[in-house]
């Protein structure tokens, strides 16, 4: 094994260790997807950039999203409100039934 190679897989492992795990998929996680990567024989710089860059979020900051597309003027809290529902049921913390009986938020 070479030693470019080497510092790959290195820097691919670095990367899958640092990826968070993700509550509503135990069974599929992309951290194990990548730590699997990190031992592939044909594992190539572009790939460890492009992982790299997801992990800082380079794509995010690259192709931002306009305040009109986040805040639609039918709905404009949906995307925070969809984004709350995610952390509490992340934690565990469901609607109580009578929010879900008068369909209040």
């Known amino acids: 094994m070479s030693a470019a190679s080497s510092?790959?897989?290195?820097?691919?492992?670095?990367?899958?260790?640092?990826?968070?795990?993700?509550?509503?998929r135990p069974n599929m996680q992309l951290k194990t997807f990548l730590g699997s990567l990190a031992e592939h024989p044909n594992l190539t710089p572009a790939s460890v950039r492009t992982a790299r860059a997801l992990e800082?979020?380079?794509?995010?900051?690259?192709y931002a999203l306009s305040e009109?597309?986040?805040?639609?003027?039918s709905f404009p809290n949906y995307y925070t409100r969809l984004v709350e529902a995610f952390d509490k049921s992340a934690k565990g913390i469901g609607r109580p039934w009578w929010k879900i009986?008068?369909?209040?938020w």
């Open 7 to 24: 510092a790959l897989r290195q820097q691919m492992q670095r990367i899958a260790a640092k990826w968070p795990e993700d509550p509503f």
């Open 56 to 62: 800082r979020d380079e794509f995010k900051s690259k």
């Open 68 to 73: 009109k597309i986040l805040q639609p003027a």
């Open 101 to 104: 009986f008068f369909n209040v």
